[in-house]
């Protein structure tokens, strides 16, 4: 089955800076990624996702880019803010089901 | 656009007690449904999925079951509870069309066994 791998687990970044977080699959038949955001005590909710014909995606302050020969993709995150302070995890499709990375904790200092 | 609800928001249950949690699924129809378990601070595990009534795929061999009675009702069962299922249980849905794809969560139900 798909192996989805996250990194970093835990990323601090001072307002304003860019945060990046990177995964890495293993099934190269998987052809869409999305990206949930996670907040204490609430469900994920989605925030991007890319599908394999699609090198590079951007919603404002966030993009998503694949990289599909090397088998990863990123979540760029420009201009952080406190609110963007939360658990990220990113995911692969494959038969139906997501397979998600282990979550990035994400800190905003101010 | 799709909502996804689940009741209860919380719940405290002894070990040995049935349990009954429930999904359903607005703005959509014919969806791929999906019950995650997620321990504290930790990732998210499939516990099953289905892809149409009366269809349940499940992916963890446990104390758990699910069913589908309708095209939008998920449920979540099980006869007696353990201390390890303690939990944050997430139901998912997917769109449909060119959303068929796309996974949306609902709010989850906090389930401590005690």
């Known amino acids: 089955g798909e192996n989805v791998e996250q990194h970093p687990s835990t990323l601090s970044v001072q307002e304003g800076d860019s945060a990046v977080i990177k995964c890495t699959y293993s099934d190269s038949a998987s052809n869409y990624f999305p990206w949930y955001k996670q907040e204490l005590g609430k469900g994920p909710q989605l925030i991007i996702d890319i599908r394999s014909n699609v090198g590079e995606k951007k919603d404002q302050r966030i993009a998503v880019t694949l990289n599909k020969t090397a088998k990863h993709f990123s979540l760029h995150i420009t201009e952080t803010q406190p609110e963007d302070s939360a658990v990220y995890f990113c995911?692969?499709?494959?038969?139906?089901?997501?397979?998600f990375g282990a979550g990035t904790t994400v800190t905003v200092r101010a | 656009s799709q909502t996804i609800h689940q009741w209860p928001a919380t719940l405290v249950q002894p070990v040995g007690s049935p349990l009954s949690l429930e999904c359903t699924v607005e703005?959509?129809?014919?969806?791929?449904l999906y019950w995650y378990r997620q321990a504290a601070g930790r990732g998210l595990q499939l516990l099953f999925y289905?892809?149409?009534?009366?269809?349940i795929s499940s992916e963890v061999p446990q104390n758990l079951s699910a069913s589908r009675p309708q095209d939008r009702q998920f449920i979540l069962s099980s006869k007696k509870l353990l201390l390890s299922d303690s939990g944050f249980y997430l139901c998912a849905g997917t769109g449909t069309g060119g959303l068929a794809d796309t996974q949306y969560f609902g709010p989850g139900t906090r389930l401590t066994v005690l």
């Open positions: 703005g959509t129809s014919n969806p791929n």
């Open positions: 289905s892809v149409g009534i009366g269809q």
């Open positions: 995911a692969a499709l494959g038969d139906y089901k997501l397979s």
